[in-house]
């Protein structure tokens, strides 16, 4: 195969043959590098990722993916699939390969009497919560409001409302996915059960999804919401007096436990800015009377720097964490499931979280159970149901500080790892088989390499979380 110019030049084994017949099969928009906005549709929320794909497919439609599946799988290439570009460990992107960019697949449709949505992957909870919501409905969604749908779901999802209404992915009742062959299937309880089994929970192995069906629940539109902030030096106390409430809590509730700098945030007053805090942010998915004397001794514990929790629209508590996880800043996380938060747990996360002083780093706990815990470990593919709450060590900076602050990931995640009960697969960095194998357990790994084996067996789609096939 022989190439010329300066695309050529950078990606050898992508010649103008290749460009030219794929640009013909597209509807979307093809890029290379030294095309206009090339640069920007290469960028991923994390910036410490710099790769250099060969070719960028802008698909719009499902028809546009078959298409440039086919025509990798013809030409040999390397394929990463983008949705939201949001996942830390960047492979959403690659280095000469083509990428999959479905972030112009926007297309979603409410049925507010069967509360239900057809939503494809390009979209962002943002978007997806605003169409839903136009209804008094939502789905388990993500913290941020600018992570996709897409690979927020096939990883299992949590969010504010999961306590409640379980995991993202238990409440799919449908996907539509291009196979590794170029082939749309959709899967359901129904219709390829064990390939729908897979899909909540094992990421992007077995294809790309290009539409999902979503089962939507009453939610707000006013929900009691918002964080409660308590000094560092109280949170030895508060982690174990939380616990108990926590444990205590009904499924209405879910809490989140922010361990940091106190971030130069509009709502926060300036004199605590930079401070060292322990925050619990609250989302009470039920009716506001009730929430406020659940809520009251959380509010009335200890001695609180700062109250902000309130009757808020659910869009508006879904942005609380937006402006602390901007694009373009240097990540690096480290995660371990907790079984329980017991003493040992506590003290190692006193002991690391505030060894950071960046006022951008944080460490963050989800509280689980309720709805989540309650569905068989083998209902999905999902790993880490029995689990108490997820901790994410999350090193956060700009370029120059950026190998100092995933030291600090690195040295707190060591630190949990004899505490681990698994891993959440959606909060994985590059780390390696290990532990995405430690993100399911042997039994269902080994299920999922079977599922690979039917559906990707030469590993095609291998730029995610991998589940490799027998072969490889």
Known sequence: MTTTGAAAAAHPGIGEADVAALRRRLRGELLRPGDAGYEQARALWNGAVDARPGLIARCSGTADVVAAIRHAADAGLLVAVRGGGHNVAGTASCDGGL??????????????????????????????????????????????????????TLGGGIGWLMRK???????????????AGGQLVRASEREHPELFWGVRGGGGNF??????QYRLHRVGPTVLAGPVFFAADDAGELLRWYRDFAAAAPDELTTVVNLRHAPPLPFIPEHLHG??????????????????????????????????IAPKPYLAHQGTFDATVPHGLHYH????????????AIDTLLAHAWESRSPRSYTIMFQLGGAVGRLPEDATAF??????????????????????????ARRFGQALRPLSAGVYLNFLDEEGQDRVRSAYGPAKYERLVALKDVWDPTNFFRRNQNIRPSAS
Not at 333 to 344: A, G, I, M, P, V
Not at 389 to 406: C, I, M, S
Request: charged content about 20%; proline content about 5%.
């Open 165 to 179: 209404h379980g995991l993202t992915c238990d409440n799919l009742r449908a996907v539509d996915l291009v196979t």
């Open 333 to 344: 996380w480290r995660s371990e499931y907790l079984r329980t938060l017991d003493d040992r």
């Open 207 to 212: 294809g790309v999804v290009t539409g999902f």
């Open 275 to 308: 401070v060292p805090v322990a925050t619990v942010v609250a989302c009470w998915a039920g009716p506001v009377e009730r929430g406020e004397r659940v809520l009251e001794p959380l509010r009335r514990h200890g001695r609180p720097l700062l109250d902000l």
């Open 383 to 408: 790993g880490g149901r029995a689990a108490g709450f997820a901790v994410n060590v999350n090193g956060v900076a700009l370029p120059t500080e950026h190998a100092e602050q995933a030291a600090w």
């Open 99 to 152: 990428v999959l960019d479905l972030s112009a697949m926007k297309g979603v449709r409410v049925d507010p009497d069967r509360r239900t949505a057809w939503a494809q992957p390009g979209l962002l909870w943002g978007e997806l919560d605003h169409e839903t919501q136009a209804f008094g409905l939502a789905t388990v969604g993500g913290i941020v409001t600018h992570t996709g749908i897409a690979g927020l």
